[in-house]
């Protein structure tokens, strides 16, 4: 992980004591896109009602903000997020 992930993945740690989310794991899983292209979300995160992909970034490229769309355009069930760390919050962007 990287520094971002690491402070991502200690926000996620509260929220779990908090018991605002069930669970969450760092690159659990690789979503095939197509033939020799693959995305791996950086965290899912266990919800009541659902199973988050959250992609933490500092900055966002062109091509990780397309794979994150044709990831959600094909792989509806999950709810995919966008996380950047902005003034000291983490502000998060849905997609699908």
Do not use: S
Request: charged share 30%.
């Amino acid at each position: 992980m990287n520094k971002t992930e690491q402070a991502y993945a200690a926000h996620l740690a509260l929220l779990q004591r908090a018991g605002e989310i069930a669970d969450y794991r760092f690159e659990p899983l690789k979503l095939r896109l197509a033939d020799k292209t693959f995305y791996t979300p950086d965290f899912a995160v266990v919800r009541a009602d659902c199973l988050e992909l959250h992609e933490v970034k500092g900055f966002w490229e062109d091509d990780a903000r397309v794979k994150i769309k044709v990831a959600a355009a094909q792989y509806p069930w999950f709810r995919f997020v966008a996380v950047q760390r902005k003034r000291q919050q983490w502000v998060m962007e849905e997609f699908g």
